[in-house]
């Protein structure tokens, strides 16, 4: 009975390699002359998004503007900060001089510095969370803009796709008839100073 199982399994193995072997046998062949000759005019495009976000000018005011925003927003945040930790300073000279004249009148005056420091802290919060909120806006604006650009580019369906390149990202090697950056580049441009 051993013996039946042997040879039945040799048969198996031998009939498993055979079929194993002719179905790679075809598939290590050269590409044939039209699947090259397809491969070389592939309909493929990419936009490299760094030289299109650091000269689209549209951008570029967008940048602008969020810079401006979180620059006023950090004079705001120091100046208050600078009067509180004054006015605090202040409050630590008196207390060490016994100015006071009760110590009810030092406590008042230490609970409404730290209220002042707790209104600090969230008027931090919500200056952060205005411009979070404003620069995801202008970023899904920018990103919409850019896709109804891409798809009017795109209108004639040239392009089977058209892939975007972040400082080498997605896209390793390209050769340069695929970018598209300075076509999609100056038409956007043109559009935003309309």
Avoid: W
């Amino acid at each position: 009975m051993n013996k039946i199982q042997i040879v039945i399994n040799v048969i198996l193995v031998a009939a498993v390699a055979t079929l194993f072997g002719l179905h790679f046998a075809g598939k290590c062949e050269k590409p044939t002359a039209e699947v090259a000759a397809s491969s070389e005019n592939m309909p493929v495009a990419y936009v490299n998004m760094d030289s299109l976000l650091l000269n689209y000018t549209f951008a570029q005011d967008v940048n602008e503007k969020m810079m401006k925003k979180q620059e006023d927003a950090r004079l705001k945040l120091n100046t208050k900060a600078r009067t509180l930790q004054n006015e605090m300073a202040d409050f630590q000279r008196k207390l060490e001089n016994n100015a006071f004249l009760s110590r009810e009148r030092a406590e008042k005056e230490q609970q409404r510095l730290i209220k002042k420091q707790q209104e600090l802290q969230e008027l931090e919060a919500k200056l952060t969370e205005e411009i979070m909120a404003e620069t995801q806006k202008l970023n899904a604006q920018l990103a919409d803009t850019l896709n109804s650009y891409i798809k009017e580019f795109n209108a004639d369906g040239r392009y089977h796709m058209i892939l975007t390149n972040t400082a080498q990202d997605n896209i390793i090697i390209a050769a340069e008839q695929y970018d598209v950056t300075n076509q999609v580049l100056e038409a956007l441009n043109n559009r935003y100073k309309k």
